[in-house]
T-cell receptor, first 115, second 112 residues
Framework: NAGVMQNPRHLVRRRGQEARLRCSPM?????VYWYRQLPEEGLKFMVY????????ESGMPKERFSAEFPKEGPSILRIQQVVRGDSAAYFC?????????????FGPGTRLTVL | GESVGLHLPTLSVQEGDNSIINCAYS??????FIWYKQESGKGPQFIID?????DKRQGQRVTVLLNKTVKHLSLQIAATQPGDSAVYFC???????????FGRGTSLIVHP
């Protein structure tokens, strides 16, 4: 059973370009979470999605950032018109249909560098 | 203890020693706590969890202690090995929420 997969692992963009980050959850998992991590900091929650639904996007910047989790295919985190401050590691996690605990399984992350 | 500035708190130990990593949480409504290990260049990896109705939980070489009175969580690693070198994060889930709040992390360095 493959773990959470993210691609690309490294992404370099120039200011003003678009970044698309992909996340394939573990098999059987229907919940996806995106986090951002700056160097030497903890993970900051961005958005929580189920298939075709955004459940909680309270951590997502209001502009330039969007996320989706379509019925088929991976979850996508999209950053439009990137700026240097968007440089960070972006992690995706997935979990099965919710139980009393909420153990999340993390992918290896995408490291975004904005030049 | 805490370090100055933006650097992560760091704990250096010798191989074979026991390690204790501490975490203070802020939300008295949190009822589920998790410790994650993050190696360089990788995503966080689940180590052990504990619910608020427990004070202690043991795994393989790891023990988590929860003190709700002072809102403190600790991770104890027995017979620390070089492979334990990583950044360790605690995370808390407020009751009714499935979104964990992560602490800042502690860097554990194990010297052979």
């Amino acid at each position: 059973n493959a773990g959470v997969m993210q691609n690309p692992r490294h992404l370099v963009r120039r200011r003003g370009q678009e970044a698309r980050l992909r996340c394939s959850p573990m098999k059987g998992h229907s919940h996806v979470y995106w986090y951002r991590q700056l160097p030497e900091e903890g993970l900051k929650f961005m958005v929580y999605l189920q298939k075709e639904n955004i459940i909680d996007e309270s951590g997502m910047p209001k502009e330039r950032f969007s996320a989706e989790f379509p019925k088929e295919g991976p979850s996508i985190l999209r950053i439009q018109q990137v700026v240097r401050g968007d440089s960070a590691a972006y992690f995706c996690a997935s979990s099965p249909p919710l139980t009393s605990n909420n153990e999340q399984f993390f992918g290896p992350g995408t490291r975004l560098t904005v030049l | 203890g805490e370090s100055v500035g933006l650097h992560l708190p760091t704990l250096s130990v010798q191989e074979g020693d026991n390690s204790i990593i501490n975490c203070a949480y802020s939300n008295s409504a949190s009822d589920y706590f998790i410790w994650y290990k993050q190696e360089s260049g990788k995503g966080p990896q689940f180590i052990i969890d504990i619910r608020s109705n427990m004070d202690k939980r043991q795994g393989q070489r790891v023990t988590v202690l929860l003190n709700k009175t002072v809102k403190h969580l600790s991770l104890q690693i027995a017979a620390t090995q070089p492979g334990d070198s990583a950044v360790y994060f605690c995370a808390e889930n407020p009751r009714g929420s499935y979104i964990p709040t992560f602490g800042r992390g502690t860097s554990l360095i194990v010297h052979p």
